[in-house]
């Protein structure tokens, strides 16, 4: 088969097609899964990276820039895919959704604006500050990796066997095969997710997990919660302070360090622009500033946004795709929850009741700081790679509008095939299934529901929330700073294990444990026992390896932990989307 010329019509059709058709489905189906089941999702950049060098491999080492181009717009369906959480929050509310022509729109306007904001800082962010973006370089060592055909095999195979066991496994157990599985409420996408983050993120979701499950009782006998109701009814609140606490301190510690970059940098002089990272800065003003607009009118004129609020939320966009770009830059982080809650609060400070209102404009900031920090992530693998920005670009418009219409029809897709996920487990725990947590739902609809009750219970709960977060994160911080700690930890196997029970129990970082505040026991249970197990089997493979020359070459997130890992979620997410499907045709017979 004869591949079409770089740079061709033909080519671009070829990587557009299986980009839009193929990668960014599959991702999105994923992601928009991950959101429903746990309330997190991943972008699926390596899953599209390795699929679509796939595709480039005939043509060698400059095969890399298609399939960088290939995963920038799969992982903008994916990330746009998962916003439909959105209209779920909305069913949960008891909201009148607008129209579905109204949602996509308004959808499709605030990605397009997040884009152009994302593009916009990436001189800061890629070129002058020389952020890492761990996420964008494994990336980058993926498309350059895979041109070696041998490790292409290597990382299909396992990534294709993980996803074949999350299929078989959940479908076995969904027809009864496996009733065990149900018995101990199994997931294998949980499991999974735990595999690729390891034991350091995995076990603080135990611990707060286990103190819920145990101050339960005394806190159904104080009244906090009712004769029925979950920890995670004010866990959540808890743990979303501690993760704003926690932003508090990381924040002023991002921003500390980037005037320092800024200052470092420009004492030294700037050399002329490549061609391939040229970009034409007055069209890109243009964009962002047409698409605000857009995302001001369809807030106001469609969906009933007043005017000011639809303004601030379009303002507030502007701060935080820096700030959240500099935080994934650095740490890998994106806190998009943290973005949408503090624009609600904000909004609220300034006079807002309505729910729908804080939840339309909330979004603004929701899905912006998403794609915006994908479009800076996406062009630091550019970067290293020496892909053209422009067209790079243009892929991901095209998977922005891909994405936005996959949001609005996966969400009713699943919401028709499983009737459970619109029904609001924050008001009804008894109706909470093991594979259904909606915990970013469950948060939102948390936060606008303060909107309009007068009881103060919940802004105490989070103050509380905060205080412990800005605790640990600062004592994080006093560590991490601590030549005589940084050195006493590695002096030896015992040293290196009590590091681990500081890091993952006894100062577990907020961030990490609050998904035991937001899910059940039994999902913080598997996603903790997932990251242990991926930890073992990393140490028991170094401990075989001692000796033997180092695969060179191999980046982590290729690693055949997080290949496997990822296969499981993707598993797991195709076999209920596949059974979704079935009972959505036995419904419309």
Known sequence: MNLPPIGS??????????????????????????????????????????????????????????????????????????????????????????STWRLLAHFLCVGMFGVGLGMLYTPIVVDRMRLNFPSGYAVANILRALTDVRLLRRSVAQLGGGLGLGAGITLLAEKGVLGILGAIQFSASTFGAGIIVGARIGVPAIVLGYIGLQLTPWLREVGLLGANDPWRKIGFLIALGGILGAA????????????????????????????????????????VAVWGLAVVGTSSGLLGVPLGYAVLA?????????????????????????????????MAAAGLTDPLVGLIAGSVLLISTSVGGDMQQDRSTGWRLGTNRTIQFRYQVIGIAGGALLAVVLTK???????????????????????????????????????????????????????????????????????????WKTRSAGTRAADF???????????????????????????????????LWKWIDARRAAGRPRDEGVPEDMSTQSLV??????????????????????LLR
Request: charged share 10%; no cysteine.
């Open 248 to 287: 508090i301190v990381d924040i002023s510690l991002i921003l500390r360090e980037a005037w320092q970059r800024s200052r470092d940098a420009g004492a030294t002089p700037v050399p002329e622009t490549e061609d391939w990272k040229k970009v034409n800065t007055q069209r890109l003003v243009a964009w």
């Open 9 to 98: 019509r033909r080519y671009h059709l070829l990587l557009g097609a299986v980009a839009i058709l193929v990668l960014g489905p599959l991702g999105g189906v994923a992601a928009s899964y991950m959101n429903f089941s746990l309330g997190f999702f991943v972008g699926g950049q390596v899953l599209a990276g390795i699929l679509g060098s796939v595709v480039t491999l005939g043509y060698g080492p400059e095969g890399r820039h298609g399939a960088n181009y290939m995963q920038t717009m799969a992982a903008s369906v994916a990330s746009m895919a998962a916003m439909g959480v959105l209209m779920q929050a909305m069913v949960w509310l008891g909201l009148t959704a607008p």
């Open 413 to 487: 897709l699943f919401m028709a095939a499983y009737p459970v996920l619109g029904v609001d487990t924050f008001l009804h725990p008894e109706q909470k299934t093991a594979n259904w947590q909606s915990a970013m739902t469950y948060k939102f609809v948390g936060v606008l529901r303060g909107l309009t009750s007068t009881d103060t219970t919940a802004l105490k709960l989070m103050a509380l929330g905060v205080a412990i977060g800005l605790v640990i994160a600062i004592l994080r911080w006093l560590l991490r700073e601590s030549a005589a700690y940084q050195a």
């Open 314 to 346: 379009v303002a507030l966009a502007f701060v935080f795709v820096l700030v959240n770009g500099i935080s994934i830059g650095i740490s890998d982080s994106n806190p998009i929850s943290s973005a949408f809650v503090v624009a609600v609060t904000v």
């Open 501 to 535: 029970v500081i890091d993952a129990v006894v100062l577990p970082s907020p961030y990490a444990s609050s998904l035991g505040g937001f899910v059940d026991w039994h999902t913080s249970l598997w996603f903790g026992l997932g990251g242990v197990f991926s930890s």
């Open 565 to 586: 890992g990822g296969g499981l979620i993707a598993g797991e997410a195709l076999a209920f989307l596949s059974l979704g499907i079935i009972g959505l045709l036995a």
